[in-house]
Nanobody, 137 residues
Framework: QVQLVESGGGSVQAGGSLRLSCAAS????????MAWFRQAPGKEREGVAL???????SYADSVKGRFTISRDNAKNTLYLQMNSLKPEDTAMYYC???????????????????????????????WGQGTQVTVSS
């Protein structure tokens, strides 16, 4: 059974940094598709960053150059390093992961990228409970 558990959220002043972690127990796919989403009060959930198992990443325009998604495969943990935080980054942050149903790599990767920022889909199979990030001005 896959379980995603986020941690690392908190309150920080504008310009500060936080690193979110997502411990992915039971998530043992060699081909993986993992992402971070966020949802602020009164707003729709939005994709923040996505990571494919070949190292391909994608980011929302609003976080490019400030956020970095990465994964420690040995620890089975996904990270989101957030620098130069802004008040508009305040939101609940969620970790998400997709299942691998097999098939050609190019289809797996295209489907994964379609679930990322700007891809228009967010139909990940696995979701964490979220961790709150609050940035004050």
């Amino acid at each position: 059974q896959v379980q995603l558990v986020e941690s690392g959220g908190g309150s920080v002043q504008a310009g500060g940094s936080l690193r979110l972690s997502c411990a992915a127990s039971g998530y043992t796919y060699s081909r993986y598709c993992m992402a971070w989403f966020r949802q602020a009060p009164g707003k729709e959930r939005e994709g923040v960053a996505l990571l494919v198992s070949d190292g391909t990443t994608s980011y929302a325009d609003s976080v490019k150059g400030r956020f970095t998604i990465s994964r420690d495969n040995a620890k089975n943990t996904l990270y989101l390093q957030m620098n130069s935080l802004k008040p508009e980054d305040t939101a609940m942050y969620y970790c998400a992961a997709g299942a691998d149903a097999g098939g050609a790599w190019f289809l797996f990767k295209a489907t994964c990228l379609g679930r990322g920022p700007g891809g228009g889909r967010a139909d990940f199979v696995y979701w964490g409970q979220g961790t709150q990030v609050t940035v004050s001005s």
